[in-house]
């Protein structure tokens, strides 16, 4: 047994289950949900103080909700990080980040393999603002070092990307980051800190969508940005502040009960993938499986080392190009057939057609996404179950 108190250097479990709620003197033991926009103040010289943070406490939900700020304590100890500032969608984040650390003339250089959204908000948006992003193959360091500009002040990536999962050593691009006096940013949706910690490896802010694996049951939309107090405590949250893109008390409420589950979920999401990966790879209609955990993947060595599993989402690879993977996909029984992922319900997508439709087909070839290419977020249900509904498919192929 442990000799010292526990609550001095609480694991991931404690921290994921027991981090953030502060007991109002109602003795409450589930979190409460703060349904309130506004905060009252005892006199005019406290409301004085508060607004001139003079004095801490609560002004408004917009950026000041005792729910949102439980979630915000609770993930910024699960990823390690100083500070956190919610936001109302991963988008919003990603936006608030841009938006509190970039100004006209600078440059972001990133992973060719994002989020499409990112991809639209980096080129048509912040393209408009005078802030440039060029792209780079994730996992190429060299490429990343070649396209540094004196300008750069983001490094921008996931990993592991959607949908092929790629990797990207996060130490190493950190390093190279630091190098040129630029800042690491991590989208860290797929791991989740369960899994991987970024900042822990030397990234500078890590990006969520809580609307996927920290819900982890498809309900609400949400984001944050986890950093240092000065970056993300001030900058980011001022553009919260500012700009109004917060998360609201009930979504936070019902991430705050996701991440009691986090580890648990992303552990049996890993383990389900991991055995349909290998199941896939046997079966004769597949033609390639893309997933970290299989030793045929071509960054498995960062699994173990960067990222604890594979995680939870697998892509393969059928013969007959997109009638074929259209036929797979209809054939399925329970699969939903979304672009969602990170939900207890397995999902299934054909990336070509779907969340990589607005690519060129030059532009998707690039990236590696054929029209035989379907993405599976392995959920949570019997994985024999998986494997047999995707059966009824490639069996017939
Ligand atoms: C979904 C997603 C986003 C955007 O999050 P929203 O909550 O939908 O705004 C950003 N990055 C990744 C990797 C995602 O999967």
Wanted: hydrophobic share 45%; glycine share 10%.
């Amino acid at each position: 047994m442990p000799d010292s108190d526990p609550l001095n250097s609480p694991g991931f479990a404690t921290r994921a289950i027991r981090t953030g709620h502060h007991r109002t003197a109602e003795g409450e033991h589930s979190e409460p949900i703060f349904a309130t926009s506004s905060f009252v103040f005892a006199t005019a010289a406290e409301a004085a103080a508060r607004f001139a943070g003079d004095a801490p406490g609560n002004i408004y939900s917009r950026f000041t909700n005792p729910t949102v700020r439980a979630f915000e304590e609770r993930l910024a100890a699960l990823e390690g990080g100083e500070s956190c500032v919610a936001t109302a969608s991963g988008m919003a984040a990603i936006l608030a980040t841009c938006l509190g650390l970039l100004k006209a003339g600078d440059h972001v250089l990133s992973s060719r393999a994002i989020f499409g959204s990112t991809t639209v908000l980096f080129n048509k948006y912040l393209g408009r603002f005078g802030v440039a992003t060029s792209y780079v193959d994730l996992p190429d360091l060299d490429a990343w070092a070649a396209a540094i500009q004196p300008n750069t002040r983001l490094l921008f990536l996931e990993t592991p990307s959607n949908p092929l999962t790629e990797m990207a050593d996060i130490r190493a691009l950190a390093d190279l980051a630091h190098a040129h006096g630029c800042l690491l940013v991590v989208d860290n949706c797929f791991c989740t800190p369960a899994l991987q910690r970024p900042l822990s490896l030397g990234a500078d802010l890590v990006i969520h969508s809580a609307t996927k694996y920290l819900d982890g049951q498809g309900r609400c939309l949400g984001g944050a940005v986890v950093g240092d107090a000065q970056r993300v405590g001030e900058e980011v949250l001022g553009v919260i502040r500012t700009a109004g893109p917060s998360m609201s008390p009930f979504n936070a409420w019902v991430f705050l009960k996701g991440l009691e589950t986090l580890e648990l979920r992303m552990l049996a999401h890993a383990r389900a993938a991991q055995a349909l990966a290998e199941w896939l790879t046997a079966h004769p209609a597949v033609e390639r499986v893309h997933y970290p955990g299989l030793a045929s993947h071509p960054q498995h060595h960062l699994v173990g080392r960067q990222q604890r599993t594979g995680g939870g989402i697998v892509a393969f690879e059928v013969r007959g190009g997109r009638e074929a993977a259209w036929r797979v996909i209809d054939a399925t029984r329970f699969l939903s057939i979304t672009a969602n992922l990170g939900d207890t319900k397995s999902t299934i997508t054909h990336p070509a057609t779907t969340t990589h439709g607005r690519l060129s087909a030059e532009e998707r070839a690039r990236a590696g996404i054929g029209e035989g290419l379907i993405r599976v977020a392995v959920g949570l249900e019997d994985v024999d179950d998986i494997a047999a509904d995707l059966a009824l498919g490639l069996d017939r192929e």
